[in-house]
Each structure stands twice: as C-alpha cells, then as structure tokens.
C-alpha cells in the first residue's frame, strides 16, 4: 500500500457501506482469568464486495474485522488490552509475543496506567504535536528510552491531528511491530488513533494478510477510521 492509498483512506472511509458481515466472539486471559467469548454484538457495514469475505472478531473489551474463517483470542491487563486474529490456532495466546505471518491486531493502550509507555513510544514516532506527553512519561524515568522520531523506513501518512495511517514494510522494524506481530516477509499496514481529550489513550490496529489481499486490508482498516 503505497502513500497514495493510504492517503485514499481517509476518502474511502465516507464511501457508502453496503453490507453485513458475521459476528465471531473471542475468548480472552489476562489479569483476572480467562472470559468466555461474548455471543453477539454490533458488526460494521462495509461495502458488499467484501462482505463475504470478512468476519468481525470480538472479545470483552475490543472487535475488529479480519478474514472469515480466521481464529482469535483477547489478552487483557491494568494497561490496556489487545485482540489477535490469525489464519491457525494460536495454542499458547498468553505466550504469544513475536508472532509471525498473517495477522489482524487491534490493540487499546491506556494511558494513565502502565499503557502509558506505550502510547508514548507511538507518539514519539507519530503524533510530534503530543511530545509533551511522552517527554513527561520519558521523565519519570522509567522503561526505555523513547524513539527519536519515526523509523527511518517506515511510511507515516498523518490523516486527522490524532490519526495517522503507517505501512511497515517487510523485514523491517518499525510501528507496525510495537505490536506482537514480529517481522517477516510481508509488510504491515497500520493506523493508529491517539484520544487527547481523555486519559490519552491509544487504539492500534496492525494488518498483515497474504499477497494479493491488499484491497482487503484496506477495506479492514476504512473500517476502524473514527467517523468524526
């Protein structure tokens, strides 16, 4: 997905939506227990050419839409919260750290508690009018040193003030793998979409499908755009 299409993101997201998709829930683990997969929710519309072809995975706390078919776990703490999916089964979600090949990654980091760390890695490399934040989580001394700016190969794409659409390529570090996705031989298409007006949280998405899927990455991440 090059400059131009993410760029198109923020157009596509006002296109006329067509379609339903399927509900899936996920089951989550973290600080207090595993939580049983929700039964239904509320599914996004989009536009009907890919309808068919996408499922909306939902845990307890996040839901993103992902290829039909895939599997998906939520794991969950005091900073934050993430919802994996994947083409296989994920046997150990709790262990699941550096994961590699096709994924689907939302994640909400909070930031007044420990997910502060992590929102202030993502606006060194993101969000350059918010730095005051992460220089007061740098100051406190603690974690590591915050990004000097966004990596050198990454592709950022500033949408709104507080969103920013990114592509990480293949075989490179960057934004799309301060995630649990590590790198491989695909790139990694992003967004995330930083809330000043509250507690400063941050919401990511990360996508990596097979080659050939890139308009279905797109559709996935129209959908997840703030419609305001």
Same mark, same amino acid.
């Given at each position: 997905?090059?400059?131009?299409?993410?760029?198109?993101?923020?157009?596509?997201?006002?296109?006329?939506?067509?379609?339903?998709?399927?509900?899936?829930?996920?089951?989550?683990?973290?600080?207090?227990?595993?939580?049983?997969?929700?039964?239904?929710?509320?599914?996004?519309?989009?536009?009907?050419?890919?309808?068919?072809?996408?499922?909306?995975?939902?845990?307890?706390?996040?839901?993103?839409?992902?290829?039909?078919?895939?599997?998906?776990?939520?794991?969950?703490?005091?900073?934050?919260?993430?919802?994996?999916?994947?083409?296989?089964?994920?046997?150990?979600?709790?262990?699941?750290?550096?994961?590699?090949?096709?994924?689907?990654?939302?994640?909400?980091?909070?930031?007044?508690?420990?997910?502060?760390?992590?929102?202030?890695?993502?606006?060194?490399?993101?969000?350059?009018?918010?730095?005051?934040?992460?220089?007061?989580?740098?100051?406190?001394?603690?974690?590591?040193?915050?990004?000097?700016?966004?990596?050198?190969?990454?592709?950022?794409?500033?949408?709104?003030?507080?969103?920013?659409?990114?592509?990480? @390529? $293949? =075989?490179? /570090?960057? &934004?799309?793998?301060?995630?649990?996705? !590590?790198?491989?031989? +695909? #790139?990694?298409?992003?967004?995330?979409?930083?809330?000043?007006?509250?507690?400063?949280?941050?919401?990511?998405?990360?996508?990596?499908? @097979? $080659? =050939?899927? /890139?308009? &279905?990455?797109?559709?996935?991440?129209? !959908?997840?755009?703030? +419609? #305001?």
């Amino acid at each position: 997905m090059g400059t131009a299409a993410l760029l198109a993101l923020a157009l596509a997201a006002a296109a006329p939506a067509h379609g339903n998709v399927a509900f899936v829930g996920c089951p989550s683990d973290g600080q207090t227990g595993p939580r049983p997969a929700p039964r239904r929710g509320v599914v996004p519309h989009v536009p009907r050419a890919f309808a068919s072809r996408l499922a909306y995975y939902a845990s307890g706390d996040l839901g993103v839409l992902a290829p039909r078919g895939w599997h998906c776990f939520g794991l969950y703490g005091s900073n934050g919260s993430v919802l994996i999916v994947t083409p296989q089964v994920v046997r150990d979600p709790l262990s699941a750290t550096r994961l590699r090949g096709p994924a689907v990654q939302i994640g909400e980091s909070l930031g007044a508690t420990s997910g502060r760390f992590e929102v202030a890695r993502v606006i060194a490399q993101a969000f350059p009018a918010r730095l005051d934040f992460a220089r007061r989580v740098a100051a406190e001394g603690i974690g590591d040193p915050l990004p000097n700016g966004p990596v050198a190969t990454d592709r950022i794409v500033p949408l709104r003030p507080t969103v920013v659409a990114y592509t990480t @390529p $293949a =075989g490179r /570090a960057g &934004l799309g793998t301060d995630s649990r996705l !590590a790198p491989d031989d +695909r #790139r990694i298409d992003g967004l995330a979409v930083l809330d000043p007006n509250g507690d400063m949280n941050l919401v990511k998405l990360d996508v990596r499908l @097979p $080659a =050939g899927q /890139a308009a &279905l990455a797109r559709a996935i991440l129209n !959908a997840a755009l703030p +419609r #305001r």
